[in-house]
């Protein structure tokens, strides 16, 4: 900031001096220095200081008090007077002039840097307090100036003259009517030549910017005036430097014209000066408002006085409703009036007992208010809105313009209706929609025809992470996740800048730069050309139902392989029963020594690595036959750990960790051995440089979270079992597929690919759930949930161990089979062991050869899967009859056809591939147990 520049008056050559040290040690300009004051008055007025340091009893005809009394008159500047005695009717003297204080010689460098201070404060406060009141006073003078109700162009002319005339305006310039070719120019006087120049550019069209910038806002348009800032005006030589004011002038919806004013050169723009220039300007415009209101008025008034006829033409005419009303009645109402109200016509408005029938209960109070200040005051028109209420009783928004004029001698009221009900509502809907959108759940975006984004709402970002400050004039653009192609966004562009709506499925990037699923929909947005003025984007976060698709996908997936491995595995155990069954027969009838019999023994082993194959398909496919019963998990991996350690070698550790008070479950103990083996030898090949294996045990209680974060899961308490391996592990690609059947990451020959789909199948079987955690050379932990039961484990049955058994009967055996290799070979091997055969290809055929000889049968042996009647069906049509004849099922698989009430124990049935031997043993055990029973 520039230092404050002093003014010395002073006849003593060492005073002054010394005055300069105190001046120059607290960094003050020196203005210059004056003897006598005479010299004084000529030196201040050219330099023109910001202070003055003045010599009371300065040598001379012209004393430090007239010197200061003459200057005073011609300059606003603070005078400091310094004497060397302190006469009281000098200082009293002094007050009347711009003296802000005195000191007494010497003078201390404190005190003058002290009292300099306070008076350039002082006086700068007087200047903002001078300047507000001179614009407070002008205002006031304005206001007074619109009530005498001048003509508009002398009361426009006369506002332009007073506010240049204030020491705060050095140029005032008002235009009105620019919204048509009528437009007036207004120009202070000390301007008023440049002026005509300024004039006629503007009325040719060519607007300086400084008052054309006032047409885009609402708000005071502030410009420091350079020398060469435009051509068009010869202001801005005379005014560089100073300060441009230029305020649009607008009341409600209409606008009148632009109020501009130069500051005079020691004000700044400062938001005081600004804002009471924007309320003169606001004033200005209300007093062109109540002028055109009034003359509007007025000319009604003189059309009714001058013609009636002509006025009944304008009024019945109108698009606003037209009434009079005297003696609170209605004495007029043209026919928009019966339009806005409902009313056949308006002879039926004039017959209503009071205008008030026209108005809302609500609003009869402030109407009568309102026509009573009217008449009672003789107040200028009225323009108010209300609520009135049609002859149906249906509320209206209405706009009233009103005033008091004399009709047939007597005060009456004439006023215009104008219906805004339309308008209102659309209003409210517009306020519902913004609510709407702005509370809505999906993220909306608004963008112009070039796509910046101009709205947002909040649920956007919710779902993207961005704000509105963040993304406000930016593109869509930053959401691209690089997922989608380039094609698929030239489409999109392509359909809505056509103005068809566009809809799809998107992958999105958030502002953390996560992915997310949207479904989008982008919408043109037109006005009334069909032009595009705007897009809207809608879109919904759909990233958690891609996910359970997802699951769902997989889910299906893993079902539709498990009934396609089920339905392979049924009937290749068909075949592997015949071929089996034949190859143990062929054994049966060979010698010892016979050079057939190594080949039919490979034919036999085959068969059975067959059979254990497809055990594995019905384990995965969840079609396995089980021996279920309440166990402890602890147990049978000590049971098993044997064959454990058996399998891992030296190399690997193995660690166990049994929970000691582990809940019981529901399995077979076969198959958890099974999961067991497999997920061993697994971890076994995923090491084959060593490592260290872990299984734990432990109860777990899973919460709605964890069912709710991983497929498949349900909240409850399970006892899980946890293998967890530190070899090479798996990436994502793989972890979708393990439990594929035949997928396999081990090389030809190496393996089934039916190991892990086996453990899957077991665990689904027993209604449990598996997780597998694994990343590349970082280990794999499978998971395993079986469903804790209530009860006491239950001891394994003990297998008959006896080796000599007598297999061989008499018995008369009705056999039901559809395939016809089984059927045939069964009926040979039960002919081998002596029993009397009666082979049925359905359960048709078996209930016609049944009722031929009822008393011909001691046992039913019965395929459960059959077409039209199935086993267990055949088998309860015949007890229906035939209650004591036991029954032998046989099957490649039992889906759904073997009820709960068997699943424990099952003497009644046999799992196909099965041997001769086992069909005997089988047999002989269900007819001893019908003899012991009679």
């Not at 005078?79 to 009347?96: G, V």
């Not at 068909?574 to 071929?579: C, G, K, P, S």
């Not at 085959?606 to 021996?627: C, D, I, P, V, Y």
């Not at 079992?721 to 592990?729: E, K, M, Q, R």
């Amino acid at each position: 900031m520039e230092a404050p520049r002093i003014f010395i008056v002073e006849d003593d050559a060492l005073i002054v001096a010394h005055l300069q040290q105190i001046l120059q040690e607290f960094n003050y300009g020196i203005a210059g220095i004056a003897a006598s004051g005479a010299d004084a008055i000529e030196q201040i007025e050219k330099t023109n200081p910001q202070l003055i340091l003045m010599d009371i009893r300065i040598r001379g005809p012209i004393n430090g008090l007239e010197a200061a009394h003459r200057i005073s008159k011609k300059q606003d500047i603070p005078i400091i007077f310094l004497t060397a005695h302190a006469n009281q009717d000098y200082l009293n003297q002094a007050q009347l002039d711009n003296v802000y204080s005195y000191l007494v010689k010497p003078v201390r460098s404190i005190d003058l840097h002290t009292n300099i201070q306070m008076a350039l404060f002082k006086h700068q406060v007087q200047q903002r307090l001078n300047m507000v009141n001179s614009i407070l006073k002008t205002r006031q003078q304005i206001n007074q100036f619109i009530l005498e109700r001048r003509s508009k162009k002398e009361l426009l002319n006369g506002i332009c003259q007073m506010l240049a005339g204030t020491d705060v305006f050095t140029t005032t310039i008002l235009l009105t009517d620019t919204h048509n070719k009528t437009m007036e120019i207004f120009i202070s006087r000390d301007y008023e030549q440049d002026g005509k120049i300024l004039k006629q550019k503007i009325l040719e069209n060519n607007m300086p910017p400084c008052i054309q910038n006032a047409f885009d806002t609402d708000e005071v348009v502030i410009t420091r005036v350079a020398e060469d800032q435009c051509i068009l005006c010869k202001f801005c030589k005379s005014v560089a430097g100073q300060f441009h004011l230029s305020y649009r002038l607008g009341y409600r919806d209409t606008q009148y014209g632009v109020l501009t004013a130069y500051l005079a050169p020691t004000f700044e723009a400062d938001e005081q000066i600004v804002e009471l220039f924007k309320e003169i300007g606001n004033d200005i415009a209300y007093a062109i408002h109540k002028f055109d209101i009034e003359q509007m008025q007025l000319k009604a008034q003189k059309m009714l006085k001058e013609s009636e006829y002509k006025y009944r033409i304008l009024s019945e005419n109108a698009l606003v409703g037209v009434f009079l009303v005297q003696n609170e009645q209605f004495k007029y109402a043209n026919p928009r009036m019966a339009e806005i109200f409902q009313y056949e016509s308006p002879k039926k408005i004039l017959q209503l007992k009071s205008y008030l029938d026209l108005c809302h209960p609500a609003n009869h109070q402030k109407i009568k208010a309102v026509f009573k200040e009217m008449l009672e005051s003789h107040s200028s028109p009225t323009h108010i809105e209300f609520s009135g209420m049609d002859k149906d009783g249906r509320r209206l928004e209405l706009e009233l313009l009103a005033s008091r004029i004399e009709f047939q001698g007597k005060e009456a009221i004439l006023g215009s209706i104008l219906d805004i009900t339309e308008k209102k509502e659309k209003d409210e809907i517009i306020r519902v929609l913004s609510t709407g959108i702005q509370e809505s759940p999906v993220g909306i975006m608004v963008t112009d025809p070039e796509g910046k984004i101009e709205y947002v709402n909040p649920a956007f970002t919710k779902i993207s992470g961005y704000s509105e400050k963040d993304v406000k004039g930016k593109t869509p653009r930053m959401l691209k996740s690089g997922e989608m192609p380039e094609e698929f966004y030239r489409l999109m562009w392509k359909t809505i800048s056509s103005g068809s709506p566009w809809h799809d499925e998107i992958i999105n990037r958030k502002k953390d730069g996560s992915f997310y699923w949207a479904k989008l929909l982008i919408v043109p947005i037109k006005d009334a050309n069909n032009r595009i003025t705007h897009f809207m984007g809608i879109q919904e976060d759909i990233s958690e139902n891609k996910k359970l698709q997802q699951q769902l996908l997989q889910s299906q997936k893993m079902e539709a392989i498990g009934r396609l491995a089920g339905g392979i595995a049924h009937d290749f155990n068909n075949l592997l029963t015949v071929i089996n069954g034949y190859a143990q027969l062929l054994l049966y009838a060979l010698k010892e020594d016979d050079v057939h019999r190594k080949k039919v023994e490979q034919i036999f082993q085959a068969g059975e690595k067959a059979k254990n194959l497809t055990s594995q398909l019905l384990a995965f496919s969840r079609k396995q036959m089980r021996q279920a019963r309440i166990l402890n998990l602890n147990d049978v991996i000590e049971n098993y750990l044997p064959m454990l350690k058996s399998l891992l070698g030296e190399n690997i550790t193995l660690d166990i960790q049994l929970a000691s008070d582990l809940w019981p479950i529901e399995s077979d103990a076969h198959q958890l051995e099974q999961i067991l083996l497999n997920l061993i030898v697994n971890a076994k090949q995923a090491m084959p440089d060593g490592g260290k294996l872990t299984i734990i045990t432990q109860n777990c209680a899973i919460d709605q979270k964890f069912a709710s974060d991983n497929e498949g899961a349900r909240a409850g308490d399970f006892v899980r079992l946890s293998v967890a391996d530190t070899g090479v592990g798996m990436d994502q690609e793989t972890l979708k597929h393990i439990f594929e059947p035949f997928f396999t990451t081990r090389g030809v020959g190496e393996g089934t690919g039916l190991g892990l789909s086996t453990v899957y199948g077991i665990v689904k079987q027993n209604e449990g759930m598996i997780y597998v955690t694994s990343a590349p050379q970082s280990g794999t932990i499978f998971d395993i949930y079986f469903p804790k039961v209530e009860g006491t484990e239950q001891a394994t049955r003990p297998e008959n161990k006896e080796e000599q058994q007598n297999l061989r009967g008499d018995a008369s055996i009705l056999l039901v089979e559809d395939d016809a290799d089984v059927r045939k070979l069964t009926g040979k091997a039960l002919s081998y062991f002596g029993y009397k055969v009666t082979p049925a290809r359905d359960g048709k055929d078996a209930l016609r050869k049944l009722k031929a000889d009822r008393q011909a049968f001691d046992l039913l042996i019965t395929d459960l899967v059959m077409p039209n009647l199935s086993g267990k069906k055949l088998a309860a049509m015949i007890h229906e009859y035939y209650p004591g004849l036991p029954v032998l099922f046989i099957s490649g698989y039992s889906e759904n056809e073997f009820k709960e009430e068997n699943r424990n124990d099952q003497p009644n049935f046999l799992q196909k591939p099965f041997s001769p031997i086992d069909l005997a043993k089988k047999v002989n055990e269900l007819l001893k147990d019908r003899n012991g029973a009679r």
